[in-house]
């Protein structure tokens, strides 16, 4: 991927790491738009940034997808790059859970529609820019599930299937594909509060780009970059390992 010069579509970017890597595009010399659900949050992106463009978008939603698509072909013609980043995370008990499948297909429908849809609909014109990039934000959790958050983990993975198909596909064209793979890193991400415990933003951004610049095509960091060299056992071993101690902080889960 280039390091300036693009015209980047970052989904969730009004927020989190989504921000983060907004303000570190701008700062490169990229043009940037961010989209989201919250209007507040893109204003106030908006208002640290004000190089930014922004637009009101819920990536659940397949007319929002359209739209959005339509408006960036139309208002930014020399778009080349788009980032898969918006994500949600939610806790599911499999025992506990109800029969309100609109609640956890949301999950679905934002981390694994959503990126697969908005590849599909800009490939034919990010092939015709002469360099183009599709960054997809997928997770640690993708080779070692958080047994909490079943759904999520699945999506992360099934992201990572799809990447790696996507890469493959694309070889010998002018699109890079990338796939970034973020530990816990303390963000908003299912809630404010929940992710304290991770790597600080700013770390974990400045890894990132650094290994953009390398030309890395999957970048983990901390823990996620050890899963990317761990075998098959060491992985299984750190499901466990999470599970149980989710378990102990949650006993009422
Ligand atoms: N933080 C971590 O520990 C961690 C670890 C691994 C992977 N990741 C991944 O990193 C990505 C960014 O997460 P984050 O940690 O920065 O979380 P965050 O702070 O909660 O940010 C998520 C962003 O996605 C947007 N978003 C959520 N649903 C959306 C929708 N339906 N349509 C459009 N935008 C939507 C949110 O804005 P609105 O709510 O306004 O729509 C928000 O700006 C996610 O894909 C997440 O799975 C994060």
Same mark, same amino acid.
């Given at each position: 991927?280039?390091?300036?010069?693009?015209?980047?579509?970052?989904?969730?970017?009004?927020?989190?790491?989504?921000?983060?890597?907004?303000?570190?595009?701008?700062?490169?010399?990229?043009?940037?738009?961010?989209?989201?659900?919250?209007?507040?949050?893109?204003?106030?992106?908006?208002?640290?940034?004000?190089?930014?463009?922004?637009?009101?978008?819920?990536?659940?939603?397949?007319?929002?997808?359209?739209?959005?698509?339509?408006?960036?072909?139309?208002?930014?013609?020399?778009?080349?790059?788009?980032?898969?980043?918006?994500?949600?995370?939610?806790?599911?008990?499999?025992?506990?859970?109800?029969?309100?499948?609109?609640?956890?297909?949301?999950?679905?429908?934002?981390?694994?529609?959503?990126?697969?849809?908005?590849? !599909?609909?800009?490939?034919?014109?990010?092939?015709?820019?002469?360099?183009?990039?599709?960054?997809?934000?997928?997770?640690?959790?993708?080779?070692?599930?958080?047994?909490?958050?079943?759904?999520?983990?699945?999506?992360?993975?099934?992201?990572?299937?799809?990447?790696?198909?996507?890469?493959?596909?694309?070889?010998?064209?002018?699109?890079?594909?990338?796939?970034?793979?973020?530990?816990?890193?303390?963000?908003?991400?299912?809630?404010?509060?929940?992710?304290?415990?991770?790597?600080?933003?700013?770390?974990?951004?400045?890894?990132?780009?650094?290994?953009?610049?390398?030309?890395?095509?999957?970048?983990?960091?901390?823990?996620?970059?050890?899963?990317?060299?761990?075998?098959?056992?060491? !992985?299984?071993?750190?499901?466990?390992?999470?599970?149980?101690?989710?378990?102990?902080?949650?006993?009422?889960?």
């Amino acid at each position: 991927m280039l390091q300036s010069g693009n015209t980047i579509l970052i989904t969730g970017g009004a927020s989190g790491i989504g921000l983060a890597f907004a303000e570190r595009f701008l700062e490169a010399g990229n043009q940037v738009i961010v989209c989201g659900r919250r209007a507040e949050k893109l204003e106030e992106a908006k208002a640290k940034f004000p190089a930014l463009h922004t637009r009101v978008c819920d990536v659940a939603n397949e007319q929002d997808r359209l739209e959005l698509c339509d408006w960036l072909v139309r208002e930014f013609p020399n778009l080349n790059a788009l980032i898969n980043n918006a994500g949600i995370q939610q806790w599911v008990n499999v025992l506990r859970a109800d029969d309100d499948w609109a609640h956890f297909h949301q999950e679905i429908a934002i981390n694994f529609d959503a990126p697969i849809h908005l590849t !599909l609909r800009l490939l034919p014109h990010l092939v015709k820019q002469p360099h183009g990039a599709i960054v997809n934000v997928s997770s640690g959790l993708a080779l070692a599930p958080a047994t909490w958050a079943p759904i999520y983990s699945a999506t992360k993975a099934a992201l990572h299937s799809f990447t790696q198909s996507l890469r493959l596909q694309l070889e010998g064209t002018n699109v890079d594909v990338i796939e970034i793979l973020p530990p816990a890193v303390n963000t908003d991400l299912g809630g404010p509060g929940l992710h304290t415990f991770g790597a600080p933003l700013n770390e974990f951004v400045d890894g990132v780009f650094a290994s953009l610049e390398r030309g890395e095509i999957e970048i983990g960091y901390g823990d996620s970059e050890r899963r990317l060299h761990a075998s098959r056992e060491e !992985l299984a071993e750190a499901a466990q390992q999470m599970w149980m101690g989710f378990r102990k902080r949650n006993p009422e889960f």
